[in-house]
């Protein structure tokens, strides 16, 4: 069976997610916190999914927190074809958010890491293997 040429091209808002973009460029997790219900967003959300609420704030997530559960992706997408295989996996941070980022390190659930970004998105680092 032959591949299709898949060619996407998309578009991300920035428009109202400056301070999310500008804080991965400064070492910074942002996320929205819904000020009715009280419930924290990451990636952030412009209107809280669970109460419709519009009544949102900014708030920074803590760079620390516990592996739940990861992947090792050997059959990579589009654009990424050249890499080696890579670790994404679901982090809980000390505060209760739940985040999807590349890990680095021997993953192992349960295991502490330090999330930080570079840049373009947030990565976490295994240090108690």
Request: hydrophobic share 30%; with cysteine.
């Amino acid at each position: 069976m032959q591949g299709i040429p898949l060619d996407l091209r998309y578009t991300i808002p920035e428009k109202g997610y400056e301070k999310f973009w500008e804080g991965l460029t400064k070492n910074e997790i942002w996320g929205t916190r819904c000020n009715t219900c009280g419930v924290t967003y990451y990636p952030p959300q412009r209107d809280c999914p669970a109460c419709m609420s519009s009544n949102l704030e900014w708030v920074k997530v803590s760079n620390t927190g516990t592996l739940m559960t990861y992947t090792v992706v050997k059959a990579k997408p589009q654009g990424y074809e050249n890499q080696e295989d890579y670790v994404i996996g679901i982090v809980r941070t000390d505060d209760g958010v739940d985040l999807m980022c590349w890990i680095k390190g021997t993953p192992r659930v349960n295991s502490r890491v330090n999330l930080f970004t570079d840049g373009r998105r947030v990565v976490g680092e295994i240090h108690d293997v």
